[in-house]
């Protein structure tokens, strides 16, 4: 029998897609609910999404929380958060699968001008449109972490020219890469498609905007599948409104479902998807979480910590 009870807390998801995994895994595990969550102070697990502020500091007896996604910045920012419980996210194949498809769906969306192509056939003319041959394109990733990495590796396969930019130093055979403040503008002049796959913090909030975007080549495109609060809206539509950038895909808003007044949704050069790129997959997570628990109780350290001097 599990010594300690687990708790699903706002997680926004239908349940039942997610506890049958882990009740397979730990069938022991007393898993609990926000409408019926006993006795605080036998919570050592707890899996959130975006908690309410402050609801994890009223669990005394944490040992781990996981987060059900890879980002990280909607528990970060509770500022109230229990520091000495670590936090473990989303590390796994299946996610980074997702979000290759997507990234690189995007990429050949623009690079192969489907956009312009789709306008073409709602006026039902027959014109073909020359593309560069994919060696001759630069897709720059900012954040090269574990999406950005996987995502360029399925890149290179299709011979796109690759560069990344992390915060730290990186080795990747054939990517050219880039690290901090000084790296980013002699990354940006040469991203013809630009892919955001940062994490949320301080130092990357708003960095989509007016000057980003013309450090980028005349007709460049951005595609953002990070989070909503790295893009200045405003900013990006008035680049794409002068023509010095020639389209963008967001996946990801400020508010989120996107306010169906918000002008993104109706701009020509703008492709909007409903924060689908990559979905957590709840067998992979509970997974993850059965094994981290195993770990837990052997006295070792979680999996995919968080580090919170970073916020990532
Ligand atoms: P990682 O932590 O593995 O990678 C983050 C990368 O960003 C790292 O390379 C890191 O540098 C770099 N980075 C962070 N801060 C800075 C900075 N200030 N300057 C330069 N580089 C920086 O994250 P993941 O790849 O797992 O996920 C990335 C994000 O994707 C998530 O945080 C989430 O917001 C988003 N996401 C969106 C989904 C969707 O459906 N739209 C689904 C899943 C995730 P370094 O390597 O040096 O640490
Ligand atoms: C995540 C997400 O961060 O789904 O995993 O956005």
Redesign the pocket.
């Known amino acids: 029998m599990a010594n300690g009870a687990l708790l699903f807390q706002s997680i926004g998801y239908p349940l039942e897609l997610w506890t049958p995994h882990l009740s397979r895994l730990r069938p022991d595990l007393d898993i609990r609910t926000e409408e019926n969550p006993g006795r605080a102070d036998q919570i050592h697990y707890c899996i959130a999404w975006k908690p309410k502020p402050g609801s994890l500091a009223a669990l005394p007896a944490l040992k781990v929380v996981f987060s059900m ?5 909607a528990i970060v920012a509770d500022a109230t958060y229990p520091r000495h419980v670590p936090l473990s ?3 796994d194949p299946t ?2 699968q ?2 290759t498809e ?1 990234v690189v769906m995007s990429v050949l969306y623009w690079h192969r001008r489907m956009h312009d192509l789709q306008s073409l056939q709602r006026l039902r003319k027959w014109r073909q449109i020359a593309s560069p041959r994919a060696e001759n394109v630069r897709v720059g990733i ?8 996987a995502a360029a590796t399925a890149l290179q396969a299709l011979n796109y020219r690759l560069s ?7 080795q990747a055979q054939g990517v050219t890469t880039f ?3 000084e790296g ?1 503008e002699p990354f940006l002049n040469q991203a013809d498609i630009l892919v955001c ?5 301080p ?2 909030r708003g ?1 989509l905007d007016a000057r980003l975007f013309a450090s980028l080549p005349p007709g460049a495109c951005v595609i953002n ?3 909503g609060g790295h893009l200045v809206e405003d900013d990006l539509i008035r680049a794409l409104d002068s023509g010095h950038l020639r389209g963008a895909t967001l ?2 808003f400020a508010t989120e479902p996107l306010p169906e007044t918000n002008p993104l949704w109706v701009h020509p050069k703008v492709v909007v998807t409903p ?6 997959d709840p067998a992979a997570f509970m997974a993850h979480v059965a094994r981290t628990i195993a770990r837990v109780d052997q006295g070792l350290p979680p999996e995919n910590l968080v580090d919170f001097a ?3």
């Not at 990344?164 to 990186?170: C, I, L, M, V, Y």
């Not at 796959?197 to 913090?201: A, E, K, N, R, S």
């Open positions: 996604g890879a980002g990280v910045d996210r989303v590390v996610l980074s997702s979000m997507y900012l954040g090269f972490g574990a999406l950005g990495q990344g930019w992390s915060q730290t130093p990186k690290h901090g403040r980013l796959l940062l994490p949320l913090t130092g990357t960095i599948a990070a989070r996946d990801v924060h689908s790129a990559a979905a957590t970073r916020g990532y």
